[in-house]
């Protein structure tokens, strides 16, 4: 596979701690371009990470020939302009999740990205890790039964500090912030879309965003709960549970080198152990490799409007009080 040319709007920390170090081991990505609106701050990444061009704005990126792909940690309330403006360049995205702010933004996104002919991805790097892929192949070969009932959890502690996750103006709070892996993993391993929803949240009085969730999604034959926010001990995984037994992933999100899957069926319980992989290397790998072969994303558009219009849904009932259709 060649080498994608990749550029990087923005120096945020977590494309510094994570991100970045995940291209450098991803097969077929090129560190080309790093954009900061602080140009010094730029120069600092690509003399550290190895970025062949630092530019002192977004717009200078997009406007390079040489970059054919951009990746998008910006603010969750930035996503959609910037993905936007990326494929009006020509470029293709692998968005930061949540892709958009509502269904009506992730619908303008795909939109121009049609026209344009680009590639646009929304970043859930939880989806290429192997486990996941093993637990829908146990429910695809019947290990567990027909699929009855999910339950997950995303919650962590948070300070009462200047943050883009408490920004109302910027798209936070903890739906959009750790709720979305909840949702995305309901219909992944559903493998459909939820038709109803009943949520309830918290909302912070000052800052104008849930700090917890919780949401109960009726799909054609069964149910996911899940709850979500800020107020919580750090907690990440997944029970999917069939007629004949069940699938337990006790750190879905973020398991590091503790990837297993436990496996209940007829009251035996067994564990399959994974080696750990770097999951961000994978996601940026696939959307490489769909724009060097000219090959269909996994995930596109499409599926970031559905995953947007159930968030939409979610928030919706939380502030009715009652279930809502999707």
Not at 10 to 20: E, N, V
Not at 267 to 284: T, Y
Not at 295 to 306: F, N, Q, W
């Amino acid at each position: 596979m060649r080498k994608v040319k990749w550029g990087v709007l923005g120096c945020a920390a977590f494309a510094k701690s994570t991100a970045i170090p995940a291209m450098l081991k991803a097969e077929g990505v090129e560190l080309t371009g790093i954009a900061s609106r602080d140009l010094d701050k730029a120069k600092a990444f690509a003399q550290e990470f190895g970025f062949a061009k630092a530019f002192g704005s977004y717009e200078d990126l997009l406007a390079d020939p040489e970059i054919e792909a951009v990746y998008n940690p910006l603010p969750n309330g930035m996503h959609p302009e910037w993905t936007i403006k990326a494929a009006e360049a020509g470029k293709h995205s692998l968005t930061e999740k949540p892709f958009a702010a509502n269904l009506a933004e992730a619908e303008a996104v795909a939109a121009v990205v049609k026209r344009q002919g680009t590639l646009a991805m929304e970043a859930f790097m939880w989806r290429f890790h192997p486990m996941h892929r093993r637990t829908r192949q146990l429910i695809q070969e019947d290990h567990i039964g027909p699929v009855r009932f999910v339950r997950s959890a995303f919650t962590f502690m948070i300070t009462r500090a200047p943050n883009v996750r408490l920004s109302s103006q910027l798209a936070g709070g903890g739906l959009m912030d750790v709720g979305c892996y909840c949702i995305s993993e309901a219909r992944f391993l559903f493998d459909a879309e939820p038709t109803r929803v009943f949520a309830q949240a918290d909302f912070d009085p000052e800052y104008k965003v849930d700090m917890l969730a919780s949401a109960i999604l009726e799909f054609p034959h069964g149910r996911a709960t899940f709850d979500c926010g800020f107020e919580l001990p750090y907690r990440c995984d997944y029970e999917v549970v069939g007629s004949k037994g069940r699938i337990i992933c006790p750190n879905a999100i973020l398991p590091g080198e503790a990837a297993e899957l436990l496996i209940e069926v007829n009251g035996k319980m067994e564990r399959e152990l994974f080696p750990g992989v770097n999951q961000w290397s994978l996601e940026f790998e696939h959307l490489s490799r769909c724009i060097s072969e000219g090959t269909p994303l996994d995930y596109d558009c499409e599926d970031a409007i559905k995953q947007q219009r159930v968030i939409d849904t979610v928030y919706r009932s939380a502030r009715s009080g009652q279930f809502e259709t999707v």
